[in-house]
């Protein structure tokens, strides 16, 4: 199960009542979000920033999708580098990732797996990460989140909208899982994707263009396995593992960005193993846990797939020549 709160989901009495004595709390969190883009001059960066964002707390396959965005830029000639948060690390940076001496204590977990791909600058402030970048070569910025950020200009901005987040209540944070109203944030989206639970799914979101999806980047040996994670979403891990055909024999949800500690891995081990089962979790929860703690623990690695790629990227560069024409 999710770690949200469980009055952002349920439609009952009791939920309304919780979400009504937060919204005071979402009003002020919304005015300060308000007043801080009204009084914020957005920096613009020499060189072509794209943003990969969305409207709720926690994940909408925003790293997945900016790691397939940024495959498509490196194929059409370019050099992006990644600009992230990194939640959950301790370093503030602006630094350059590398993934064979940073853990995701020092940097978190996402700044790993896009380092995998391009290179990944941690940074709390995104000017100076974009500027750490283009001195490194950069010639195009992806930002990874920071779509509600408004210290740096975006010349394009991608708004992901999670199929499973229309379950939830629409509210404003804390009286529910927005970080502001979706309304607000499509428009000032440059392209609205639906993130999808299978391919063809058709699009739910009236403004939206594409649909997006996350599938196995190969076809795993499929068993009886007892699945873990620690990410927003975690049914749609447990739900693919299904319908690829696994046989889960347990399923345990972890908070959000979860920093697994050796007894827990151990429990989990332990659990497995009576229940005759393999340890399956995400690359993301696998960069969490202790190298010394990753045996035995398999991943199912997965990739964003894009309903029309080839109209994405003509939409980016269309935008992106526009804008820096001006």
Not at 266 to 284: C, D, G, Q, S, V
Request: with cysteine; net charge neutral; proline share 7%.
């Amino acid at each position: 199960m999710s770690d949200q709160p469980w009055f952002w989901r349920e439609k009952s009495l009791a939920a309304t009542a919780a979400c009504t004595a937060l919204a005071p709390f979402a009003c002020l969190y919304s005015l300060a979000s308000d007043m801080r883009r009204q009084f914020t001059t957005a920096w613009r960066a020499p060189k072509p920033v794209v943003c990969v964002g969305n409207a709720s707390v926690g994940g909408a396959g925003k790293t997945p999708f900016a790691i397939m965005l940024g495959q498509m830029l490196k194929d059409a000639g370019h050099r992006p580098h990644f600009i992230s948060r990194g939640y959950g690390g301790t370093n503030k940076g602006p630094i350059r990732v590398d993934p064979d001496t940073h853990t995701a204590t020092d940097v978190g977990d996402e700044p790993l797996l896009l380092a995998q791909h391009a290179p990944t600058w941690v940074s709390r402030s995104k000017r100076a990460g974009a500027e750490a970048a283009i001195a490194a070569g950069a010639d195009i910025i992806i930002l990874d989140d920071g779509f509600q950020n408004p210290t740096i200009a975006k010349d394009f901005s991608i708004l992901l909208i999670d199929d499973r987040q229309r379950q939830n209540n629409g509210k404003v944070f804390p009286a529910g899982p927005m970080r502001e109203p979706l309304a607000l944030a499509q428009k000032r989206a440059d392209l609205v994707v639906d993130i999808v639970t299978t391919p063809g799914a058709p699009i739910a979101d009236a403004l939206a263009t594409q649909t997006a999806w996350l599938e196995p980047e190969t076809t795993p040996n499929v068993g009886r396995v007892l699945a873990f994670c620690g990410i927003a979403n975690p049914d749609r891990f447990f739900d693919m593992l299904q319908q690829l055909g696994f046989d889960v024999a347990d399923a345990i949800a972890f908070p959000d960005h979860y920093q697994y500690s050796t007894k827990n891995i151990e429990i989990l081990k332990a659990r497995a193993a009576k229940l005759n089962a393999t340890l399956m979790t995400t690359e993301k929860d696998w960069v969490r846990i202790n190298l010394e703690m990753r045996d035995t623990i398999n991943t199912l690695p997965v990739r964003m797939r894009v309903s029309d790629p080839d109209k994405l990227t003509a939409e980016i560069f269309s935008a992106l020549e526009q804008r820096r024409g001006r």
